[in-house]
């Protein structure tokens, strides 16, 4: 009966000395309530006024510029001379073409008057058939090299013409390429020539300006930075499909509709998208999680206490925030630290729950 007692009195003593089981740890969070709200895009980009024609206008030949009547700036008109070259030797070419059409020609009247004079003789039996086919033969020659002359002397005539250069429309001297007195090579820059009437805005855009706008016919405001108060409407022409290698923007090239005649090739203006404005939710970087390579939240729910992981669409990235387009509705609580550590499913408590756009505490 003893044994028994300081047996039960054993395990009494044990049972009270066991720790107690440690209480579960519910872990604070901070997080901001969803409140989506109309956030207009005002990035802004800043270009150049470009032409959206310019060519390149050469001689067709080779020789010495004698002149270049035009500068940079010079308005110009359709058929306008501007430059030319030495004709010295265009001119001595054509002297040189027109007598071989000459000689070609006389050669061709003495050799048909041989044919038709044995051509008679042949038909009354006094000369042999050889010699009939020897002067056939002799004006068929000289039929060709008449032809052949002719042609010549029409060439020579074009390249006479080519020493001078013609504007091929309207437009303006945007840029020159040589001066009088240097030797030039066909298809040698001498000007370009861009129209006036047609007027492009070349923008260097980062990847993260693109998101919502990828495709050709989008809407753009433009400005002069020179007088920010005279906008004029766009349309996104062209988007470069690669990014320059060493600024990783694209070139972003838009027509100007109607743009005033102030607004000058070279001139510097200012851009962005002319766009409603979308209902976002914007919250700050540090709420932001990866699902399976995807952008993703934590989102506290209310029933059971615990983090949930919530796949979202971002619209764009800013400084220190992220713009939210879809995936979040409004009063859904987001956690916004210490998400790197969370799990599914795990017991969490809010610390506070600021509405999302202002400072969390």
């Known amino acids: 009966m003893r044994s028994w007692s300081l047996l039960l009195t054993l395990v009494l003593t044990l049972a ?22 109309s956030i207009p895009d005002n990035r802004q980009a800043v270009g150049e006024v470009k032409p959206r024609y310019e060519s390149d206008l050469s001689f067709r030949v080779t020789g010495k510029l004698v002149a270049r009547r035009v500068d940079v700036g010079a308005v110009v008109k359709k058929g306008d001379i501007l430059a030319s070259l030495d004709v010295v030797d265009f001119q001595n070419r054509l002297r040189s073409a027109e007598a071989d059409v000459a000689a ?100 260097n855009i980062a990847e993260t300006a693109l998101l919502d706008h990828r495709t050709e016919g989008a809407e753009v405001i433009v400005w002069p930075l020179s007088n920010p108060q005279l906008t004029i409407e766009g349309v996104v022409r062209e988007i470069s499909p690669i990014a320059d290698s060493t600024t990783r923007t694209y070139t972003v090239k838009v027509t100007l509709k109607n743009p005033p005649r102030s607004i000058l090739f070279g001139m510097s203006i200012g851009s962005r998208w002319k766009s409603n404005p979308a209902l976002v939710v ?70 506070d729950a600021a509405p999302t756009g202002s400072t969390e505490k």
């Open 16 to 37: 009270a000395c066991k720790p107690e089981s440690a209480a579960v740890e519910v872990r604070p969070v901070r997080a901001v309530v969803v409140d989506p709200k």
């Open 282 to 351: 914007t919250l700050p970087l540090s709420a932001l999680f990866e699902k399976n390579g995807a952008p993703a939240v934590w989102v506290f729910d209310r029933k059971s206490g615990s983090a949930t992981l919530k796949a979202v669409t971002v619209a764009r990235y800013d400084a220190d925030t992220v713009v939210i387009a879809s995936g979040l509705a409004k009063g859904d609580i987001v956690v916004t630290a210490g998400i790197n550590t969370l799990r599914e499913g795990e017991k969490v408590r809010l610390a």
């Open 104 to 203: 070609a020609e006389a050669a061709l009247v003495e050799t048909q008057s041989t044919e038709t004079r044995l051509g008679k003789l042949l038909k009354n039996g006094w000369t042999p058939q050889a010699s009939y086919d020897t002067a056939l033969h002799n004006l068929q020659t000289a039929e060709a090299k008449l032809a052949a002359a002719k042609a010549n002397l029409a060439l020579v005539r074009d390249q006479l013409n080519y020493t001078e250069l013609k504007a091929d429309f309207d437009g303006v001297i945007t840029s020159v390429g040589a001066e009088a007195g240097q030797n030039v090579s066909a298809g040698q820059m001498v000007v370009k020539l861009a129209r006036l009437t047609d007027k492009d805005g070349v923008f």
